[in-house]
């Protein structure tokens, strides 16, 4: 009986679609590299930051569990990762093409490929042998995000992962489940902020809103390219 009230109060803060969802982890985002671009001693700046990549990681989620063709999805976010490539090794580190960071888009489409092949192992008979290789897929995706030197390399795949696995329980549960792990993964200075992150993510009422997909897919690499080269030219 007291729950319902409670239930109905956290019901009406739920009022961010996707597409807002989204254009505030852009918004955190720029801050965040506007900051380590100009003014790296702007600690506020790069706080800020930490709030996108949680909430660009359940926008990933949610995105898989929606798209009616999920290796579509993949090779897109593949597609723009490796476009993105370039822009991001110019604005992180001054080069053209450098393998010891790789940029966040690849780390997405890294848990993606991870999620297709964890899903087609569960979709078989229950079995031991089943789980242990869902086990194994899950740890050697997390492991070849270190490897790989991806952007947030374990802490975005394992969010993903986590928000994914959660999909079927009540929003709450996931989504603290969520915070726990980034807790976990990322609990030093500036990092903590990122926990902010899933405050808008609490806030999510399950709309796609207005979309604007391509954009957030061009506005990745466009936005780096633009502060690498106004820092370089102007």
Same mark, same amino acid.
């Given at each position: 009986m007291t729950e319902a009230p409670a239930l109905e109060r956290f019901r009406r803060l739920q009022i961010l679609d996707g597409t807002a969802l989204k254009l505030i982890a852009v918004? #955190?985002?720029?801050? =965040?590299?506007?900051? =380590?671009? @100009?003014?790296?001693?702007? *600690?506020?700046? $790069?706080?800020v930051g930490r709030i996108a990549m949680p909430v660009?990681? @359940?926008c990933v989620s949610e995105g898989f569990l929606r798209t009616r063709d999920r290796k579509s999805y993949l090779l897109r976010m593949l597609l723009f990762g490796l476009i993105s490539e370039v822009p991001f090794d110019l604005f992180a580190s001054g080069k053209l093409f450098d393998l010891s960071h790789q940029n966040?888009?690849? *780390?997405?489409?890294?848990?993606?490929?991870?999620?297709?092949?964890?899903?087609?192992?569960? *979709?078989?008979? $229950?079995?031991?042998? $089943? =789980?242990? #290789?869902?086990a194994f897929v899950l740890l050697g995706f997390l492991a070849g995000s270190l %490897?790989?030197? %991806? =952007?947030?390399?374990m802490t975005a795949t394992a969010l993903i992962f986590v928000f994914w696995l959660l999909k079927d329980k009540a929003d709450w549960v996931g989504n603290t489940a969520a915070a726990a792990v980034h807790a976990a993964f990322r609990? $030093?200075?500036?990092?903590w902020f990122g926990l902010l992150g899933f405050i808008p993510v609490f806030m999510y009422n399950g709309k796609r809103g207005r979309g604007l997909k391509w954009f957030f897919y061009v506005f990745y690499p466009a936005h780096m390219l633009l502060l690498f080269m106004i820092k370089r030219y102007i």
């Amino acid at each position: 009986m007291t729950e319902a009230p409670a239930l109905e109060r956290f019901r009406r803060l739920q009022i961010l679609d996707g597409t807002a969802l989204k254009l505030i982890a852009v918004v #955190s985002m720029v801050l =965040d590299h506007i900051g =380590d671009c @100009f003014f790296p001693g702007a *600690t506020w700046l $790069r706080a800020v930051g930490r709030i996108a990549m949680p909430v660009f990681a @359940f926008c990933v989620s949610e995105g898989f569990l929606r798209t009616r063709d999920r290796k579509s999805y993949l090779l897109r976010m593949l597609l723009f990762g490796l476009i993105s490539e370039v822009p991001f090794d110019l604005f992180a580190s001054g080069k053209l093409f450098d393998l010891s960071h790789q940029n966040i888009m690849l *780390t997405f489409s890294w848990a993606l490929a991870g999620l297709i092949c964890f899903e087609r192992i569960m *979709t078989k008979e $229950r079995s031991p042998i $089943r =789980d242990i #290789s869902a086990a194994f897929v899950l740890l050697g995706f997390l492991a070849g995000s270190l %490897l790989l030197r %991806l =952007d947030y390399n374990m802490t975005a795949t394992a969010l993903i992962f986590v928000f994914w696995l959660l999909k079927d329980k009540a929003d709450w549960v996931g989504n603290t489940a969520a915070a726990a792990v980034h807790a976990a993964f990322r609990n $030093r200075g500036v990092n903590w902020f990122g926990l902010l992150g899933f405050i808008p993510v609490f806030m999510y009422n399950g709309k796609r809103g207005r979309g604007l997909k391509w954009f957030f897919y061009v506005f990745y690499p466009a936005h780096m390219l633009l502060l690498f080269m106004i820092k370089r030219y102007i």
